[in-house]
């Protein structure tokens, strides 16, 4: 089996996994929990006319809500990026695909990553490992991921948990910033720095800008482990027990949210990591987010027979819920709902 035959077995073992196992985070949370909406019992507005509307890389969201990086680059999972992308259209939100690692080493897998054909304006973003920058990769296969996807902007994604506890992984993150510099100065797309998970603070996030990337996705702790995921791919008891004892490791999300628009207010910010309704979304923007990313709550309803049918119906309760938690707060818009001030119990 060669290196792309491991990749692609890789990702589909992934994709398993994170349907029919367990791998939420253990003993981390969210923490949306500890933050309550205040009640507006008189709104003096219209929930019709609630406005969700924001602008993404130069592109008008109807809701602030990224469908997060999950997959591709195996060839059974071409038609759930397919479903996602339809349904981002649909509803006038935001993509991701997963890395593209795969489809760069071979061409062969570029289409199950290519999307726009059927998600025509929607803002995409390309995705490869940061860490690749340090196995030959540099800015012509950032260039070409984004390139093969017709891409809005490039995630470089930061894994060094998931990395450090994989049987395959690649561990070695020294001098990254230096190479991502070079990256955000040689792209003609903007640049976001992505965790997968455990979350990115105040003075990394900084140290990224400083590099050039232009918005930061915290990713925090308490959604789904990638730690937990790789638990399942090992064979040995020795490589379980050693991925298990990272359950409850990184930054929860709220956290993270908070110390990275504290320490660069004009930074695009995403939020994400655990993600799992409107409410969650309304917390994370009235914290500081921009918009919110989600991922698994859409991967199951994708990868179903129902397909983009499914995800639309799974999505756009998340955007009802999130038009009555503005409502309910008294928030016509987004810039009123980043004013707001939530009631931390």
Request: net charge negative.
């Amino acid at each position: 089996m060669n290196d792309n035959d491991t990749t692609s077995s890789r990702k589909l073992d992934h994709v398993r996994i994170v349907l029919d196992e367990d791998v939420a985070a253990k003993g981390v949370y969210t923490g949306f929990a500890s933050y309550r909406l205040p009640h507006e019992a008189a709104p003096e507005i219209d929930l019709a006319e609630v406005d969700m509307s924001a602008t993404f890389l130069g592109k008008r969201l109807r809701a602030p809500l990224l469908i997060s990086s999950m997959t591709g680059g195996a060839h059974d999972v071409e038609r759930i990026n397919l479903a996602l992308a339809e349904a981002a259209e649909a509803l006038g939100l935001a993509m991701g695909v997963g890395s593209q690692r795969s489809a760069i080493a071979d061409a062969r897998l570029a289409y199950t990553y290519q999307v726009r054909q059927v998600a025509p304006t929607i803002p995409l973003l390309a995705n490869l490992g940061a860490v690749q920058l340090n196995y030959g990769y540099g800015a012509d296969e950032c260039r070409r991921a984004v390139e093969m996807i017709e891409a809005d902007a490039l995630i470089l994604h930061f894994n060094p948990l998931q990395e450090a506890v994989q049987p395959e992984g690649n561990t070695n993150f020294k001098g990254l910033l230096r190479k991502i510099e070079q990256v955000c100065r040689a792209l003609d797309v903007p640049v976001i720095a992505k965790e997968v998970g455990n979350g990115i603070g105040a003075a990394t996030a900084r140290r990224l800008v400083d590099a050039g990337v232009w918005g930061i996705d915290v990713a925090g702790a308490g959604g789904t482990s990638w730690s937990e995921v790789e638990r399942f791919r090992h064979s040995s008891a020795a490589g379980v027990r050693v991925a298990s004892a990272f359950a409850g490791w990184g930054l929860p999300t709220t956290e993270a949210i908070c110390q990275v628009r504290a320490a660069l207010p004009t930074t695009t910010l995403i939020g994400s990591g655990g993600v799992r309704s409107g409410v969650d979304i309304a917390k994370a923007i009235a914290l500081g987010a921009d918009l919110c990313g989600t991922a698994k709550p859409a991967l199951g309803p994708a990868a179903d027979a129902g397909g983009t049918g499914t995800v639309i119906a799974g999505l756009q309760a998340f955007i009802d819920e999130l038009r009555i938690a503005m409502f309910c707060s008294g928030c016509a818009d987004l810039r009123a709902l980043r004013r707001l001030k939530l009631e931390q119990l």
